[in-house]
Every structure is written in structure tokens, then in C-alpha cells.
């Protein structure tokens, strides 16, 4: 068996940084699990969640998937990765704080935008699982403040949470103010966030408290 060399030596610094840190592991594993937020964020290997949130193993339950894109709400008996997680990490973790973390130069939500304007039918799984952007519009406020490509990114937070909130778990942890949700865009370029203002709908800025 041989790991990618880059793969190897990142693993062996992982095991020389954290020799310190092995109570914190340890007592992670006795312990188990109790994260402060759901993060569902992109595939995409440049969002790196736990950077950006400058965050340590056990803080933060990761879901990321093509787009973060949050289903609705099928109880249909599929296969639902993504519902099965938002789930757990509702009803078991019982986590406060539901984050949808979309990014800029979204290779998942480029592609749908380019297989519309060529109307091409795609029934690969990447193909099925993007048909879940038919009919969304970006929004013109959104497109007047930040262009209509991230515009378009943003009415994908925007949809996966209104999705988020056709699950009943959701709205009743929400309903009884126990759950926040949290839309959020990452620009890669400069490492800066802006979030969504659900009193005003607009994204803004983020401020240093
Ligand atoms: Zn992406």
C-alpha cells in the first residue's frame, strides 16, 4: 500500500503536532460527540471548513456534497446522505446552529448554469442530483450587489435552506428556539464571508464582534 508522499508525510506532522493534544483526542473518543454547529458546505477542495472556522476536531459535524445543496424533505425510503445527516446532527446531536456555506467559482453550480444555456439532458448522478437548481432565480438585489454569477450561488444557500426547513425536525428545533440556521458565502480568493440577513434578506458583510 502506498498513500500519495504528500498524503504520508501531512499525516506523520498530524501525528508529531498533536502528540500533545492526545488527552483532547482521547477524551473525544470517551466522550463522543457534541458539536456546536452543522456545517453543509461544497466538495470543493478549496473550502476548507475547520480553516475557515479556524476550528478543532469535535467542534464542527461536516456534511459536504456537490454545491451544498440541501434536498427537500422525501420520505420516500431512497438513499438520502444528506437528509440522513441533517437528521442526526438535528435530532441526536441536537446542534444549535445549522450553517448552509456556499463559495465563489462554484465548479457544481457553473456547470448546471452552463447545461441550461446548452439544454443539455444529463442523467448521470452529477446530472440528477444539480436538476435540483431547476427554476431557481437569482435574485436582482443579489445580483446588483455582488454579480450575477454569485448571485446565482447565493439563491443556492437560500433554496438549501428553505429546504432545510421542510424538515419537521427542523422546524420544531426551530419553532422552539433551540436551532438557528445560518446562510453563509465564502469568496475564495479573499477568505471572506458574507451572511444572510433573514430580517432584511440581503447577504452582508460579516463584522468582527
Ligand atoms: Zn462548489
Same mark, same amino acid.
Request: positive net charge.
Given at each position: 500500500?502506498?498513500?500519495?508522499?504528500?498524503?504520508?508525510?501531512?499525516?506523520?506532522? !498530524?501525528?508529531?503536532?498533536?502528540?500533545?493534544?492526545?488527552?483532547?483526542?482521547?477524551?473525544? %473518543?470517551?466522550?463522543?460527540?457534541?458539536?456546536?454547529?452543522?456545517?453543509?458546505?461544497?466538495?470543493d477542495a478549496r473550502v476548507d471548513v475547520s480553516a475557515i472556522f479556524d476550528a478543532e476536531a469535535g467542534q464542527l459535524f461536516i456534511l459536504r456534497n456537490v454545491a451544498n445543496l440541501v434536498p427537500p424533505y422525501e420520505p420516500?425510503?431512497?438513499?438520502?446522505?444528506?437528509? %440522513? %445527516?441533517?437528521?442526526?446532527?438535528?435530532?441526536?446531536?441536537?446542534?444549535?446552529?445549522?450553517?448552509?456555506l456556499g463559495h465563489s467559482r462554484c465548479g457544481g453550480v457553473a456547470a448546471y448554469r452552463a447545461r441550461i444555456k446548452d439544454k443539455v439532458q444529463d442523467d448521470s448522478f452529477i446530472g440528477r442530483w444539480l436538476t435540483m437548481l431547476d427554476g431557481l432565480?437569482?435574485?436582482?438585489?443579489?445580483?446588483?450587489? !455582488?454579480?450575477?454569477?454569485?448571485? !446565482?450561488?447565493l439563491a443556492t444557500i437560500r433554496s438549501s435552506l428553505a429546504h432545510l426547513?421542510? !424538515?419537521?425536525?427542523?422546524?420544531e428545533r426551530e419553532g422552539a428556539g433551540l436551532l438557528t440556521l445560518h446562510g453563509l458565502h465564502f469568496d475564495l480568493a479573499s477568505g471572506s464571508l458574507i451572511a444572510l440577513d433573514e430580517e432584511v434578506g440581503n447577504f452582508v458583510a460579516l463584522v468582527e464582534a
Open positions: 500500500m502506498s498513500l500519495p508522499k504528500v498524503l504520508a508525510e501531512g499525516y506523520w506532522r !498530524f501525528r508529531r503536532q498533536h502528540a500533545p493534544d492526545k488527552g483532547r483526542y482521547q477524551q473525544l %473518543a470517551e466522550l463522543g460527540q457534541a458539536p456546536s454547529a452543522m456545517v453543509i458546505a461544497c466538495s420516500e425510503g431512497k438513499y438520502h446522505g444528506t437528509s %440522513a %445527516a441533517i437528521e442526526y446532527a438535528v435530532l441526536v446531536l441536537k446542534v444549535p446552529h445549522l450553517i448552509v432565480q437569482a435574485m436582482d438585489t443579489d445580483a446588483a450587489a !455582488f454579480g450575477r454569477e454569485t448571485a !446565482f450561488e426547513r421542510s !424538515f419537521p425536525v427542523v422546524q
